[in-house]
């Protein structure tokens, strides 16, 4: 392919030839190109800098409108914060009333208007519809009783109800599908910033001291702000892209022949009704619609009662407003992320659906943790939440917005999707009720089950037989920060539920505290989580037989669109199968079937011993150490690859292995001189009774630390036994990795828990009391929730890693290690369960050095100019244990 062209719009050979474009819109548009008129294809060098006018010149403009959009429309919740409902005199459920009644006429108008914006152009719909919801904010502040409240609610709902569904349509004519949902994303942030903005500006109208009610000179200032606002967007706004005044002829040329190309056989057709209603006889529009529904509820719910929700952290009316600034702006960033992502690889599903795991873990948490005892997991749950709802909200309109070629089917489809996610608010404004307060359980309740809802959603989406199929790579970053997460959730967590408190928790004295301490009971929860692969292979199954095993990117059916170079490509690739991965010794070797699965035992009774140890050592150390001390598993790989595979290791890995075990001492050295009492909470009270003087404390922390450090570390001998027994054994038999994890789940399953059977009876008390552990773990929400969490991640964990690892290589595994152990400890750190330590950032850096340096992926010292023909120490199957 020639470096100067697109490879959206140039493929191999053909971006040598020609392209004839056939223009079968009006041929009243003097700007398009004329019927059987050859053109050249485009340069990227001239495609960057027309996207890069529209950037500059359209996308501040709608941004900005769209702020002033979500100001008005969600200002209602920073002005009860002032008092609002008791100077309106509200009674009863009134305040949700009216919040619902927004949404009537939200979606009960947002076809016809969105068709009447087709018709008459949304450079014209737009600044009229901004006008009269800036108006309507305005007119707000003279509001007197809850009456005259709800009708301007009716019409501001009115008025805004197809704002978005246009300024999407609007953003399709000028962007093609792969530019189109980063920009959408710009756009949207400013929904984000309008709520941090709304905070911060509260925050300040509030302190103005007059006769006149604080939160009416919040409508008053919004209000006017967004009626002067809609007068320069009326002049400014051009009609379309071929139309634009700040474009020059070639460029206006351009802009239209890149979007004829890229998605539609008509550019700026004219509006037909019957054409526009014929999108319904498409069954996966239903399918959109109802993930609409379910991203509704979770963004209503942050959009509409965060101040709310926040207030329950014990901050005042100033403060409260103050504090959702950071969250919206965090997930102003985060939108922005998943977006670029989803247009870098090309796929819309795998964001949306993790756009949904963070609202619903967001809600889980805040509901099931004690807020005033955890206020900044509590608050990081906030940040969560909105984290989860901005993202699917663009990528599902890019998602079937790239998929409609038809410009009336897709303003109709964009009118009714959108209003239908704006009229779950009424499931919002019903299910946050005033007697809930202050915790709100059943609305964060039904609010995490619409997320969860949506995130199966959208991961069951089916897409159409006739799509192109997309590559297998461009799903492994979607599966490699799957691992990241679900790798990092499962440490967080295992920890977290170290910290709940089961006994004597309102003492106010800590070490009268009793914490959960039941390993054993952890190592059998992760066997469970293992066991959960069989449910994937059994769903994988399923899905196979009935929806096929094809999926790619969600482009137009190419009897819908022109014929391009891009679209006559004939290539087909399909995904390999998660299930099994390719191995090129798979033709070599004995099925493991039959009795022969019982060798799997072998490495599970390993899995055993090193996850117990590990979960002991967890207890007595911060998170991080844990992690970091746990790369101490290379040394042992090493050692026994020498011993029992019989390979042989350079000078420089030995030397690598001698960096490992500093690094690790450094760490274990960082926790124990570092007095650190927030990192051990759930220890404290087995070793309180044991000290009675000031200093006593801190030498107790010390030792606890340093047998943590020893039993994680002495734990990586059997996580290494386990992994060479298993690389033995599938160098002889062959089996599904992924089966492979299930088995040794089933095994380590079976043995633990008659080993907790056995040692209940014959010791009882202590880490063995198998009775007090789940009795803990089924009567305590916070537990119960985790462990569910836990041996979701551990499950979670071995399917993404075991779906990439023989496609990512070794550097991108250490990568992927380095950067679980660094959000660890960020987490860690920000939530407050540890302090800084620079002690431990030198220790973490020699362990990475070491790594490295023993996967041969930086040079050794003294060796640089050596070729060197690395061979692998390891399996490649990551199986995960803990």
């Known amino acids: 392919m020639s470096a ?55 996308l501040p403009m709608l941004a900005v409108m769209y702020l002033f959009n979500a100001l008005d429309k969600g200002n209602l919740g920073n002005a009860k914060t002032d008092g609002m409902d008791k100077d309106l005199g509200f009674k009863g459920n009134q305040y949700n009333i009216m919040l619902s009644i927004f949404y009537v006429p939200y979606v009960i108008f947002a076809p016809p208007i969105g068709m009447l914006g087709k018709k008459y152009g949304p450079h014209r719909a737009l600044p009229v519809m901004m006008f009269c919801f800036g108006s309507a904010t305005l007119l707000a502040a003279s509001a007197q009783n809850w009456s005259g409240m709800m009708a301007l609610r009716w019409f501001l709902g009115m008025a805004e109800s197809a704002f978005f569904p246009l300024v999407i349509y609007y953003l399709t004519t000028f962007y093609r599908r792969g530019e189109l949902a980063r920009r959408l994303a710009l756009f949207y942030a400013a929904s984000n910033i309008a709520n941090a903005f709304s905070g911060l500006l509260a925050f300040g109208v509030f302190q103005i001291k007059s006769k006149l009610d604080s939160w009416r000179y919040l409508f008053i200032i919004e209000g006017s702000l967004t009626v002067c606002f809609s007068f320069f967007a009326y002049w400014y706004l051009p009609e379309s892209a071929s139309k634009a005044r700040f474009l020059n002829e070639e460029e206006k040329q351009l802009a239209f ?58 901050y005042d009316k100033i403060k409260t407003n103050l504090y959702t600034v950071a969250p919206n702006i965090s997930g102003a960033c985060v939108l922005l992320i ?16 993790l756009g949904f795991i963070l609202t619903f873990t967001g809600f889980i948490i805040f509901a099931t943790i004690d807020v005033q005892h955890s206020i ?58 005033e007697q809930d307060k202050p915790k709100y359980l059943p609305a964060l309740a039904t609010t995490a089950a619409f997320g969860a809802t949506g995130c199966l959603c959208a991961l069951l989406a089916p897409d159409s037989s006739s799509t192109p199929v997309m590559p297998a790579k461009a799903m492994v970053p979607v599966l490699v920060g799957m691992m990241l997460l679900t790798g990092c959730c499962n440490t967080l967590l295992t920890k977290y539920q170290d910290m709940q408190c089961v006994d004597n928790c309102d003492s106010p004295n800590p070490k009268y505290r009793k914490h959960f301490e039941q390993p054993v009971l952890q190592t059998l929860q992760m066997f469970i989580g293992e066991m959960g692969c069989w449910l994937v292979i059994g769903l994988f199954g399923i899905w196979q037989r009935y929806a096929g095993a094809r999926a790619g990117y969600e482009a137009i059916p190419s009897n819908e669109g022109l014929v391009t170079p891009a679209s006559e490509e004939s290539e087909e690739r399909d995904i390999a199968n998660p299930l099994k991965p390719a191995h090129p010794d798979d033709e070599g070797r004995i099925p493991l079937e039959g009795k022969k699965v019982f060798l799997l035992a072998l490495p599970a009774c390993c899995d055993i011993a090193g996850t117990t140890l590990m979960n002991v050592g967890l207890l007595f150390v911060a998170a991080s150490i844990y992690q970091m001390t746990r790369g101490a598993l290379v040394l042992f790989v090493g050692l026994f690859s020498v011993w029992f595979l019989k390979r042989h290791l350079g000078l420089y890995k030995w030397f690598s292995l001698f960096v490992v075990v500093f690094g690790v001492a ?4 960082a926790g124990a001189i570092t007095k650190d009492d927030k990192a051990t909470p759930g220890h404290k009270s087995a070793h309180s009774d044991m000290v009675a003087m000031d200093a006593a404390p801190a030498m107790s922390q010390a030792v606890m630390t340093v047998i943590g450090v020893l039993l994680i570390a002495g734990a990586q001998i059997f996580t290494a036994t386990q992994f060479v027994l298993e690389e033995r054994i599938m160098e002889k038999y062959a089996m599904e990795p992924i089966k492979v994890v299930g088995w040794e789940g089933v095994f380590g399953f079976l043995v633990t828990l008659v080993g907790m059977i056995v040692l209940h009876f014959a010791v009882g008390t202590g880490y063995f009391n198998a009775k ?12 119960a929730i985790s462990s569910i969490l836990i041996m979701i991640s551990i499950g979670g964990f071995n399917f993404f890693g075991l779906s990439v690892t023989r496609t ?9 290690d380095t950067c679980r152990t660094l959000f660890i400890w960020v987490f860690s750190l920000g939530l407050g369960w540890e302090t800084f330590k620079w002690l431990q950032v030198l220790g973490f850096a020699f362990l990475v050095y070491g790594t490295f340096l023993f996967n041969d992926l930086i040079r050794p010292p003294l060796k640089a100019c050596v070729e060197r023909k690395p061979e692998p120490l390891l399996p490649e199957d990551p199986i995960e244990h803990h």
């Open 808 to 816: 990512v290589s070794a550097t991108s595994r250490s990568t992927i």
């Open 376 to 433: 900044r997991v509590a608050y990081f749950a906030c940040f969560m939440m909105t984290w989860g709802t901005s993202a699917p909200s663009v990528l599902l309109s890019t998602w079937y917005n790239n998929n409609v070629a038809d410009e009336n089917q897709r303003v109709t489809l964009t009118s009714i999707g959108v209003p239908l996610a704006n009229l779950m608010g009424v499931v919002s404004s019903n299910i946050f009720r």
């Open 772 to 783: 007090e552990g789940l009795y803990q773990m089924t009567h305590f929400k916070g537990i």
């Open 338 to 353: 998943l977006a670029f992502a989803s247009d870098h690889v090309r796929l819309r599903f795998p964001f949306i659906a």
């Open 257 to 314: 022949q890149r979007i004829q190309i890229d998605s539609s056989s008509v550019v700026n057709e004219k509006f037909n009704f019957k054409h526009a209603i014929a999108i319904f006889k498409n069954p996966s529009t239903y399918g959109f619609l109802i993930i609409e529904m379910c991203l509704g509820v979770p963004l209503q719910s942050v959009s509409l009662f965060l101040p709310q929700i926040v207030q329950r952290l014990g």
């Open 4 to 58: 100067n062209k697109d490879p959206e719009l140039a493929k191999s050979d053909m971006a040598k030839n020609d392209l004839q474009i056939t223009n079968s819109a009006s041929s009243a548009d003097a700007s398009g190109p004329v019927e059987g008129e050859t053109h050249h294809l485009p340069t990227f060098e001239h495609e960057r800098a027309l996207t890069w006018k529209f950037d500059l010149r359209m």
């Open 666 to 669: 450094i760490v274990g050295l």
